[in-house]
């Protein structure tokens, strides 16, 4: 039973430049949550899809958005990228909205 | 607004020694409580969880967190810590109605030999 799964591991990029995220959930989940955790922190939620669509949304600006696909996967896209965005992005999946999140290994994101 | 505090930044223990790590949450309603652990360079992994129920809940990897209400606590112990032990500790609360969660900033545990 494979786990959640992120893409890609590691990646550089450079300040205003956009970057697109992968996350495919652990098998029969339907909800995928997005979190950032910068460097010395925990993580903090960003914004949880469900049905294709963003269902709760944490604080985060308008250049952070996302999109699920039918088969449940998920993209994290970043606009106009900051030096602050450098971070590890976790992705975490579930079943509905009651049930417990399970966590990717996360990508690693420098911003230069 | 729920919060999690994890009062201690790093905590160093002995091998073979007894842990617990301090975790205060602030949530208006019976809180969803739960522990992950992260080690360097790792996504997060789920030691146990709260929803309701007995307050002392057993964990994988020989974890265990005791509720108590009266205390806005979780904390996690751990009879005899291994040298594989070591890693970043992570509570947790979920927000109402959408299983997000609201972390601490984590707890470094170092283990002695």
């Known amino acids: 039973d494979a786990g959640v799964t992120q893409s890609p591991t590691h990646l550089i990029k450079t300040r205003g430049q956009q970057v697109t995220l992968r996350c495919s959930p652990k098998s029969g989940h339907d909800t995928v949550s997005w979190y950032q955790q910068a460097l010395g922190q925990g993580p903090q939620f960003i914004f949880q899809?469900?049905?294709?669509?963003?269902?709760q949304r944490g604080n985060f600006p308008d250049r952070f958005s996302g999109h699920q696909f039918p088969n449940y996967s998920s993209e994290l896209n970043v606009n106009a990228l900051l030096l602050g965005d450098s971070a590890l992005y976790l992705c975490a999946s579930s079943l509905g909205s009651q049930e417990t999140q399970y966590f990717g290994p996360g990508t690693r994101l420098l911003v230069l | 607004a729920q919060s999690v505090t994890q009062p201690d930044i790093h905590i160093t223990v002995s091998e073979g020694a007894s842990l617990e790590l301090r975790c205060n949450y602030s949530?208006?309603?019976?809180?969803?409580l739960f522990w992950y652990v992260q080690s360097p360079g790792q996504g997060l992994q789920l030691l146990l969880k709260y929803f309701s129920g007995d307050t002392l809940v057993q964990g994988i990897k020989g974890f265990e967190a005791e509720f108590k209400r009266s205390q806005s606590s979780f904390n996690l112990r751990k009879p005899s810590v291994h040298w594989s032990d070591a890693a970043e500790y992570f509570c947790?609360?979920?927000?109402?109605?959408?299983?997000?969660?609201?972390f601490g900033k984590g707890t470094m545990l170092l283990v002695s030999p």
């Open positions: 949530y208006g309603a019976t809180p969803y």
């Open positions: 947790a609360v979920e927000n109402s109605g959408y299983s997000t969660l609201t």
């Open positions: 899809y469900y049905e294709e669509e963003e269902r």
